[in-house]
């Protein structure tokens, strides 16, 4: 490697290059999955009960809700709450006089965190069944965008990553090979002189795998400081985005990126030196 430091270095810059690329798109993936659970846990199902419910049913109600799948919490609104959120959130004071809680007009009512999207039409259809329960609703049409955004991204994210791992590979096994070809007289003469297939092919893996290895790590290191910066930049200049939505930590995004990250620099270095030497060693 050090003999040939030129094309070693150019293979190590190779690697490196493509796993940078590959881990922006990684960084770009995991906070648009943060962004949409984030979102996704705006979006909840009302269940309003029966006005003639008694108040001694209401814990027990929202216990057996609260046990169903993928249902993660649960709060319960009053009449009392319920006139007020109206009356001061709403701004609607002037158009209430003369109606006082638990008239009807604004009943009691469940707001239940479901854990998945695509478990709420179920969590509703399940609610609206049962005996206290006058009827539960949610957000379709913002459900169904949601989840086309969300479907349509996380495809183009893993097409992305797949299209930018096959160039890596093909461009990886291309320099590596050039690296190998440069020294084919020197794996002639050792199959010459009786060296075994595995005896010449060995040095050329580990010298694969190092150069996948130290790729990874100088891509890893750049990277590092990119989505440091950026992430301190954006909490910095843009802390109205921040306020909202929660973007992912610098340990939790490596903690994950890291090894993936290395194993494939290790995995594209081996298989670009094996499919390298392998016609060389025909002599």
């Known amino acids: 490697m050090i003999r040939n430091r030129l094309m070693t270095f150019a293979s190590i810059v190779t690697v490196s290059a493509c796993t940078l690329v590959l881990a922006v798109s990684y960084f770009l993936l995991v906070n648009l999955d943060q962004v949409i659970d984030t979102v996704e846990s705006e979006f909840v199902v009302v269940a309003f009960i029966y006005d003639d419910v008694p108040e001694a049913n209401i814990e027990e109600l929202q216990n057996r809700i609260l046990s169903l799948n993928y249902v993660d919490g649960i709060s319960f609104t009053s009449f009392e709450e319920a006139f007020e959120t109206a009356a001061v959130g709403f701004g609607m004071a002037d158009f209430l006089v003369g109606i006082y809680p638990g008239s009807g007009v604004f009943p009691r009512s469940f707001t239940i965190e479901v854990r998945t999207f695509e478990e709420q039409e179920n969590i509703v259809n399940i609610v ?16 169904d965008l949601i989840l086309g955004i969300t479907s349509g991204i996380r495809l183009v994210s893993i097409i992305v990553i797949l299209f930018l791992g096959l160039i ?50 100088l891509a890893l290191i750049i990277s ?57 060693l025909k002599v």
């Open 224 to 280: 590092y400081f990119i989505y440091t910066a950026a992430l301190t930049n954006i909490i910095t200049n843009f802390y109205q985005i921040t306020a909202i939505l929660e973007l992912r930590e610098v340990v939790d995004v490596f903690i994950v990126l890291a090894p993936i990250a290395i194993a494939m620099g290790i995995f594209i270095g081996f298989i670009g030196s094996a499919s390298s030497i392998r016609k060389y």
């Open 168 to 217: 890596s590979t093909i461009i990886i096994v291309n320099t590596i090979k050039i690296t190998v070809s440069a020294r084919k007289s020197e794996i002639s003469i050792m199959k010459y002189v009786g060296a075994t297939n595995s005896f010449i092919r060995w040095p050329f893996l580990v010298e694969g795998i190092l150069i996948g290895f130290l790729g990874a790590i």
């Open 128 to 143: 609206s069944n049962m005996a206290e329960i006058e009827s539960a609703r949610h957000d379709q049409e913002g459900l």
